[in-house]
């Protein structure tokens, strides 16, 4: 049974940080793309950043450029999503989703994502 847990969420001021975790079990870490999605409040989700099975290929929405920065651990099986420079606007639900890397489509597309977190709440207050 595959399973990704997503921590590091939390209340943070404008311009603060925030780390957030997602460590997966149930599945073979070093065969799969990782990606990191968003809700918002009344939005649709959203894509935020991926990063490939090899670890050497990095995808951002363009509104998290320069901000965000998306790693792994294999020995871990766990991917980080660093988040600098937080605004009022990356308040959202964040979620940690898996896809097998020889899986077409691009990164940003949801539904090529085969498994998902639950969510860690991201609130930035301005």
């Known amino acids: 049974q595959v399973q990704l847990v997503e921590s590091g969420g939390g209340l943070v001021q404008a311009g603060g940080s925030l780390r957030l975790s997602c460590t997966a079990s149930?599945?073979?870490?070093?065969?799969?793309?990782m990606g990191w999605f968003r809700q918002g409040p009344g939005k649709e989700r959203e894509f935020v950043a991926a990063?490939?099975?090899?670890?050497?290929?990095?995808y951002y929405t363009y509104s998290v450029k320069g901000r965000f920065a998306i790693s792994r651990d294999n020995a871990k099986t766990t991917v980080y999503l660093q988040m600098n420079s937080l605004n009022p606007e990356d308040t959202a639900l964040y979620y940690c989703?898996?896809?097998?890397?020889?899986?077409?489509?691009?990164?940003?597309?949801?539904?090529?994502?085969?498994?998902w977190g639950q969510g860690t709440q991201v609130t930035v207050s301005s």
């Open positions: 149930g599945l073979t870490f070093g065969a799969y793309t």
């Open positions: 990063l490939s099975a090899t670890g050497g290929r990095t």
């Open positions: 989703a898996a896809r097998l890397a020889y899986t077409g489509g691009t990164y940003s597309l949801g539904s090529s994502y085969g498994h």
